[in-house]
């Protein structure tokens, strides 16, 4: 199948509306209501419509170069030597994707269900596969306090990118949580909390 490359001016129509949406974003509005983003990017509101007919695929948009490179830090903590090292650095990039993108904060945190662009499901696939090996192998080498599930590890992530949003700045306060995070489900942890 040929596919037709997309006019120079839908490709400048499509920039602006995302540079638009990004701009919204950054300033705390995360709504991306169609016709508000048609007027910051100044084009049509069915040019906005065209590119990204729901808020979810604008989102989604907004969220793939994060999405993208934290994929990038995956793959890189999945070739660590030190599968301590591998965990400390996932969960570093999942933090601070999360607290510096909301967009894709909102996209991460939801279900696969919700998902409308193919490219975010194969994201998610991936960042699954990648999270599974490097919190496999910190297992196998007792790493990880044995009682320790993945759903227990995504909802302490979430909890701590809720705990860092809490007033100050973020960014000050990644290393400190990640430490009493990677504390809380090393498995000196279970060893001291006796359930090792």
């Known amino acids: 199948m040929v596919t037709t490359p997309r006019r120079a001016d839908a490709v400048r129509n499509r920039d602006r509306v995302l540079a638009s949406a990004r701009l919204a974003v950054a300033t705390g509005d995360l709504s991306l209501q169609h016709n508000e983003i048609a007027r910051r990017a100044g084009t049509g509101v069915g040019t906005v419509y065209r590119h990204f007919p729901t808020r979810r695929a604008l989102l989604e948009a907004?969220?793939?170069?994060?999405?993208?490179?934290?994929?990038?830090?995956?793959?890189?903590?999945?070739r660590q030597d030190d599968a301590l090292a591998g965990v400390r650095m996932l969960l570093r990039a999942l933090l601070v994707r999360q607290v510096t993108d909301p967009a894709f904060a909102e996209v991460?945190?939801?279900?696969?269900?919700?998902?409308?662009?193919p490219q975010s499901s194969a994201h998610r696939t991936e960042l699954d596969d990648l999270a599974r090996a490097v919190l496999g192998r910190a297992r196998q080498t007792g790493a990880l306090r044995p009682d320790l599930t993945d759903d227990d590890l995504r909802h302490l992530v979430c909890g701590t990118v809720f705990a860092l949003r809490l007033g100050g700045t973020p960014d000050e306060r990644v290393e400190r949580y990640l430490r009493v995070?990677?504390?809380?489900?090393?498995?000196?942890a279970a060893a001291a909390d006796g359930t090792a």
């Open 62 to 78: 907004l969220a793939e170069d994060s999405f993208t490179a934290l994929l990038d830090d995956a793959r890189a903590a999945s």
């Open 108 to 117: 991460i945190s939801s279900g696969p269900e919700q998902d409308e662009c």
């Open 181 to 188: 995070l990677l504390d809380g489900i090393g498995a000196g």
